[in-house]
């Protein structure tokens, strides 16, 4: 396929305040994992730049390798029983207002990691009583108990990304199914908590299969979306079919609100967690 050249707007601004700083210092000293690093977010600099960071849970190995992350596959090491705790103490000293938490998949756990989540997010809640908390996790395979265990610990806002449309979930993920996920955005507005997706375009997919998407979404109840421009993270990844222009972007948005989403963030570097505090 002939490589399609990166637009001027996707140009990215680095971070270097004392925020920023500080933010690295934190997660290093303690020893954590941040989607921001390992995924080569392109906002790490103006999300670490406001005192701001993604957590990432179960260690930094993966049990999937999907077409389009970066974030490492192989055999995992045993969960860290002490990451719970040090997460929540990490979020302390930032002073997060609202913290996000997302993690590996680790289909080598009989459960998934599932306890993992719900001791990490019993634990964020005692340490930062004022701390409101979204988490994103993986499908559990479609383990709707699973799911449950998650919604009980009862974070505010609990996200699960389809990433992209029915037709190209076979190839971009290795391993989730579309309708399974969609069966988990179901299980989490059915337990009474706010559900969010997030999609990348970008890949070769249609308007009218974004369109399809949407709908699908709110079907199973999920109220909040984000859209971002997928970006190849390196040549073994799959390459970028088309740079989506900002202005398609704000298009999407309108829809998607006209279609019944409670809120959208969608622009060419929007990730999942980007202003997620703004959707509560």
């Known amino acids: 396929m002939e490589h399609v050249k990166k637009p001027d707007w996707l140009k990215i601004k680095l971070?270097?305040?004392?925020?920023?700083?500080?933010?690295?210092?934190?997660?290093?000293?303690?020893?954590?994992?941040?989607?921001?690093?390992s995924g080569r977010c392109p906002n790490m600099g103006e999300c670490w730049g406001r005192g701001t960071a993604?957590?990432?849970?179960?260690?930094d190995i993966c049990t999937r390798s999907c077409k389009f992350c970066n974030t490492k596959t192989g055999k995992p090491f045993p969960l860290d029983p002490g990451e719970p705790a040090n997460v929540a103490d990490s979020i302390r000293l930032m002073k997060l207002k609202h913290a996000v938490i997302t993690s590996v998949d680790r289909d080598d756990l009989p459960d998934q990691g599932a306890s993992h989540w719900v001791e990490t997010i019993k634990k964020v809640k005692e340490v930062n009583a004022e701390t409101t908390l979204e988490v994103?996790?993986?499908?559990?395979?479609?383990?709707?108990?699973?799911?449950?265990?998650?919604?009980?610990?009862?974070?505010n806002v609990i996200s699960h990304n389809m990433e992209t449309v029915r037709r190209l979930t076979p190839?971009?993920?290795?391993?989730?199914?579309?309708?399974?996920?969609?069966?988990?955005?179901?299980?989490?507005?059915?337990?009474?908590?706010?559900a969010k997706s997030?999609?990348?375009?970008?890949?070769?997919?249609?308007?009218?299969?974004?369109?399809?998407?949407m709908d699908d979404?709110?079907?199973?109840?999920?109220?909040?979306?984000?859209?971002?421009?997928?970006?190849?993270?390196?040549?073994?990844?799959?390459?970028?079919?088309?740079?989506?222009?900002?202005?398609?972007?704000?298009?999407l948005k309108?829809?998607?609100?006209?279609?019944?989403?409670?809120?959208?963030?969608?622009?060419?570097?929007v990730r999942s967690s980007y202003h997620a505090e703004n959707c509560l």
Not at 254 to 269: C, H, N, Q, R, T
């Open 15 to 37: 971070g270097g305040n004392d925020n920023f700083s500080q933010t690295k210092h934190i997660v290093e000293s303690h020893k954590l994992h941040t989607i921001c690093s």
């Open 54 to 59: 993604t957590f990432m849970i179960g260690g």
């Open 217 to 251: 979404l709110l079907a199973v109840d999920c109220s909040v979306l984000t859209i971002g421009q997928y970006l190849q993270p390196s040549r073994k990844h799959l390459p970028v079919v088309e740079y989506v222009h900002p202005d398609d972007f704000k298009k």
């Open 254 to 269: 309108e829809i998607a609100l006209e279609k019944g989403f409670d809120y959208v963030e969608s622009g060419p570097l």
């Open 136 to 155: 994103l996790i993986p499908d559990f395979r479609g383990n709707t108990d699973l799911v449950d265990m998650v919604c009980k610990a009862r974070p």
């Open 198 to 213: 997030g999609i990348m375009v970008g890949l070769g997919e249609t308007r009218e299969e974004i369109f399809e998407l």
């Open 171 to 194: 190839q971009v993920r290795s391993a989730a199914k579309y309708d399974v996920s969609l069966s988990v955005l179901k299980r989490i507005a059915e337990n009474g908590l706010k």
